[in-house]
């Protein structure tokens, strides 16, 4: 298996989690549960997962009102899509 293989499969599971833990702490926050911390949110945006999880963000209505979620979930969209686009034309 190459970096590259290697890259987009990391890619995929990193982003379809992102997916997955803005549904899980959507459903918490409808059941008025403990949620998963913001901190936790952003690291997951930070390693790659940000696609992931500005697609769960719009999916499920989830913290599309809070500013520094969607701009800074977005922005960091933006800058992981051009660094893979630059990874992968090397």
């Not at 390693?47 to 500013?67: A, R």
Request: charged share 15%.
């Amino acid at each position: 298996m190459s970096i590259r293989e290697f890259f987009l499969i990391y890619l995929a599971l990193v982003n379809f989690y992102g997916v997955a833990v803005m549904w899980v702490d959507k459903k918490r926050a409808e059941k008025h549960r403990y949620r998963i911390s913001e901190r936790h949110l952003w690291f997951v945006s930070l390693v790659f997962g940000s696609l992931g999880t500005c697609i769960g963000m719009q999916l499920f209505h989830h913290k599309t009102n809070k500013p520094a979620f969607f701009i800074g979930f977005s922005l960091l969209c933006i800058v992981q899509i051009v660094a893979f686009c630059a990874i992968m034309m090397r």
